[in-house]
């Protein structure tokens, strides 16, 4: 079965029901498919580990996990000037 992202929100509930009764679910954007809803397997209770998570992501096409340490802030953070917009309300404009 196939949805659009907006038929995908407004009928969210109808698409988790019929993905728990194991039916799969794509997702499109603008006629391409960008993400597909499927029911969890039964894991017997338990959380999958850290390694299982990690091996599972990297054996999907286009992932790529990072490999160093988890990036800091900069050391010298930017002044903003009176009067200039800073970087999240550009961001917000440019969303609207």
Do not use: N
């Not at 988790?16 to 499927?38: D, H």
């Not at 999907?60 to 800073?86: A, F, N, V, W, Y």
């Amino acid at each position: 079965m196939t949805a659009s992202v907006r038929e995908f929100k407004t009928k969210l509930s109808r698409y988790l029901k019929r993905a728990a009764a194991g039916e799969e679910v794509t997702v499109t954007s603008r006629g391409r498919p960008i993400a597909r809803l499927v029911r969890v397997a039964p894991q017997g209770g338990r959380q999958p580990s850290e390694a299982e998570v990690r091996r599972r992501l990297a054996a999907m096409p286009g992932i790529i996990l990072p490999t160093g340490p988890k990036p800091r802030g900069s050391k010298h953070p930017m002044r903003i000037r009176k009067g200039e917009k800073t970087l999240s309300q550009i961001v917000l404009e440019d969303r609207r």
